[in-house]
């Protein structure tokens, strides 16, 4: 969703922020803008693609001060009026605001009758009014912005610029800011990406902070006034290249690093002598392990559905009761906490609001929530205070992949160190790890070899819809598969448990319908071959998802078979030619894979 970058230094402002808002432009936007200060302000909006705004610019802006924006639209339709930044009434002061300002329609209306004309339909510009208002009475910026934030409800990440200080105030609550730390030069941006390439060393600002970034130095205060000190991080260690590289999409790019990540995220975490994993960031002992009644996991999603992958194997492992939630659901139904029950947050950006409101309502409950997070120092990762990152290195397809198999890779280590705290077998541990330590290579192999992922495009990209089906730990996995076409090829798609299909979608079937099965070698394909054939026998085409050697191939119009490992592994393969499958079709269907239309990467509202 939107994005932020600001720049202040000796250097100028404009190349730092444009090659920002390229680096943000992952998120999903539908327009852009940039304030730069010399003397006065200068401020240049556009719809559509940053490459509009650049083309839009006059050849010179020149400045060493600016801030600039991603918009992605909630309040007021895509308009250059209601891009990013919005501006005082002389133009003094121009703010960019990512998060939505809950009373806005009451601060508008006060703002109408002092005789202050808004120029957009959005919440965020009554925050620049206020702001001047506030300055006009003599205030300072810092305690402009203070008194204007004090009087907004709802959720802020804003930068604001005046024509007469040579600084940027910024304020966090609820969306995320941070300080890239140079020498002479600082920036500020709303997540870590577009800071990467500039500097290692960042401060993360918390709920409630202010600061104020010029040029040698950041003073960070709280809501209240009082100063802090605040800690500065290193963006070291954080593995992953943000740059597309030789590949065409980042979509390709991310699927064809699930070896590394995968990699990544089980390294030092498994012990093969004892048949067990380690999840030390979780803080759980196995006394405490031994005694949990039931697990619950909320994710959204591709998250979800992780989770409804991590739900089955931490229940066959551990034999302890686990249920995967939907985040936006989840608080809305008032839902029983018991405080020694344990709860994860899935996420990969660590930003989805629905997954932080259910965070924070078991939180009030009296209930503990891990997160089992992607991005290092995201929001929910610090609401939850512990966890376990799944370290995908960073994602900027919208559509989620790398992140998927990490987050299933985390889930079964933890599924391990819950089982062998409880019933699983030292035996069965060894096996299970020995396992788990192959999967990256066999996902390597199968990325060698995909199949005739070409030939099933050939089949979906016209279809009217299609069906994927799996059974138990390959239900989520077909969902997962349809959710890849559908969003970033625009097809239709209906994903059921196989045996759910003669209760309803069989009525779709007709003369050559594409069906997807997803039926790995395990206790439930021989059911899935029943399902298979209650298709054929009403046209339908069979692209089968299978292990390699196995026989099941035969039921297959087009088979794409994959490496085999332990039935509670197969997710992290079966899911990779669904991924390509929605790739290929995007692709054929001239789709804009990378930034499918309507979404965005972090959704940041609930
Ligand atoms: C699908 C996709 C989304 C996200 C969902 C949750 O490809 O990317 O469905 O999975 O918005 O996002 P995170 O994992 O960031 O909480």
């Known amino acids: 969703m939107c994005g932020i970058i600001g720049y202040i230094g000796h250097q100028q402002a404009i190349p730092f922020l444009l090659d920002g808002l390229r680096r943000l432009e992952y998120r999903g936007y539908d327009s852009s803008g940039v304030a730069v200060k010399n003397g006065d302000i200068s401020v240049h909006k556009k719809t559509g693609k940053v490459a509009d705004l650049e083309a839009s610019l006059p050849t010179k802006v020149e400045g060493t001060c600016g801030i600039a924006h991603t918009r992605w639209a909630t309040h007021g339709g895509v308009t250059d009026e209601n891009a990013h930044p919005h501006c005082s009434a002389d133009g003094k002061i121009a703010l960019v605001h990512n998060g939505i300002i809950e009373n806005a329609r009451s601060l508008r209306n006060y703002l109408e009758k002092e005789g202050i004309k808004l120029r957009s339909e959005t919440d965020s510009e009554v925050l620049v009014h206020m702001i001047d208002r ?346 997962e598969g349809a959710l890849k076409l559908m969003e970033i090829a625009y097809i239709p798609c209906l994903a059921y448990p196989a045996g759910e299909m003669k209760h309803g979608p069989i009525a779709l079937l007709e003369e050559g319908s594409p069906v997807v099965v997803v039926a790995p070698n395990d206790s439930l394909k021989e059911k899935t071959v029943s399902s298979i054939q209650e298709c054929r026998a009403r046209g339908a085409k069979i692209i089968l998802i299978h292990e390699e050697g196995d026989s099941i191939a035969e039921e297959a119009d087009i088979s794409i078979p994959v490496p085999a490992t332990d039935p509670m592994f197969t997710p992290m393969l079966t899911v990779l030619p669904l991924q390509l499958i929605a790739y290929k079709a995007a692709l054929a269907l001239g789709c804009d894979v990378d930034r499918p239309r309507n979404l965005a990467k972090s959704v940041t509202v609930e």
């Not at 995320?176 to 390439?197: F, K, R």
């Open 134 to 479: 506030e300055i006009s009475t003599g205030a300072k910026p810092l305690t402009a912005v203070r008194r204007t934030l004090k009087r907004a409800r709802g959720t802020w990440g804003i930068c604001v610029v005046f024509e007469s200080h040579e600084k940027i105030i910024c304020a966090r609550n609820g969306s995320p800011l941070v300080i890239g730390l140079g020498s002479g030069e600082n920036w500020v941006a709303s997540d870590t990406l577009p800071l990467q390439a500039l500097t290692q060393q960042v401060i993360r600002l918390e709920d409630g902070d202010l600061a104020e970034v010029s040029v040698d130095g950041i003073k960070t205060s709280r809501f209240d006034g009082r100063t802090t000190d605040s800690e500065v991080t290193s963006l070291d260690g954080e593995w992953g290249e943000a740059e597309l590289g030789d590949y065409p999409h980042f979509m390709l790019k991310e699927i064809h690093e699930q070896p590394e990540a995968l990699r990544q995220c089980l390294t030092g975490r498994l012990d093969l002598k004892n048949g067990n994993a380690r999840l030390g960031g979780l803080g759980l002992t196995a006394k405490q392990l031994q005694k949990i009644p039931h697990v619950r996991l909320l994710g959204c999603g591709t998250a979800l559905h992780a989770s409804q992958v991590g739900r089955l194997v931490i229940e066959q492992l551990a034999r302890v009761p686990t249920v995967a939630h939907v985040s936006s659901e989840f608080r809305h139904n008032n839902p029983v906490i018991e405080t020694d029950a344990i709860h994860f947050a899935v996420s990969q950006s660590g930003e989805t609001a629905d997954t932080l409101a259910a965070v924070k309502e078991i939180q009030l409950k009296g209930g503990e929530v891990r997160g089992v997070i992607n991005v290092v120092g995201s929001t929910i990762a610090r609401q939850c205070g512990r966890g376990c990152y799944i370290h995908s290195g960073p994602e900027q397809s919208v559509a989620s992949t790398k992140a998927f198999s990490n987050m299933v890779a985390a889930l079964s280590l933890f599924a391990i160190q819950i089982g062998r705290a409880r019933s699983l077998s030292r035996e069965k541990g060894k096996h299970l790890v020995k396992s788990l330590q192959k999967v990256p290579q066999l996902v390597e192999e199968y990325l060698a070899n995909q199949g005739p992922i070409d030939e099933v495009v050939d089949l979906v990209k016209d279809a009217k819809s299609v069906l994927f089906l799996g059974r138990g730990i390959s239900a989520p996995v077909a969902r």
